[in-house]
């Protein structure tokens, strides 16, 4: 069973940086693209970002386009979310997905359990 874990989430004031790390099991890691969505109170889930199975290609809603940069890294099965300038209304748990393909617009096959970011004015 493929299971997914993200990390490194926090308590920041606004303008301050985070990253977060999403490790995942199995073989099928680097075969896959990998995303990246947020989750705020009372709110619907919402893409954020996501990447191809190599890192060649990349995606991101434009409320974070120009702050955040995703990354991975195929020999340790981890990948990455780098956020910088963080606006209070980044404040979400954000969720490590992997999808169903290797390409950035393919499904999503396996959620983490997400990991709280809250930026305070």
């Known amino acids: 069973q493929v299971q997914v874990a993200e990390s490194g989430g926090g308590l920041v004031q606004a303008g301050d940086s985070l990253r977060l790390s999403c490790v995942a099991s199995?073989?099928?890691?680097?075969?896959?693209?990998m995303s990246w969505f947020r989750q705020a109170p009372g709110k619907e889930r919402e893409f954020v970002s996501a990447?191809?199975?190599?890192?060649?290609?990349?995606n991101y809603a434009d409320s974070v386009k120009g702050r955040f940069t995703i990354s991975r890294d195929n020999v340790k099965n981890i990948m990455y979310l780098q956020m910088n300038s963080l606006k209070p209304e980044d404040t979400a748990v954000y969720y490590c997905?992997?999808?169903?393909?290797?390409?950035?617009?393919?499904?999503?096959?396996?959620w983490g359990q997400g990991t709280q970011v809250t930026v305070s004015s």
């Open positions: 990447i191809s199975w190599s890192g060649s290609s990349t």
């Open positions: 997905a992997m999808n169903s393909g290797g390409d950035l617009r393919t499904t999503v096959s396996y």
């Open positions: 199995g073989r099928t890691f680097r075969t896959r693209a």
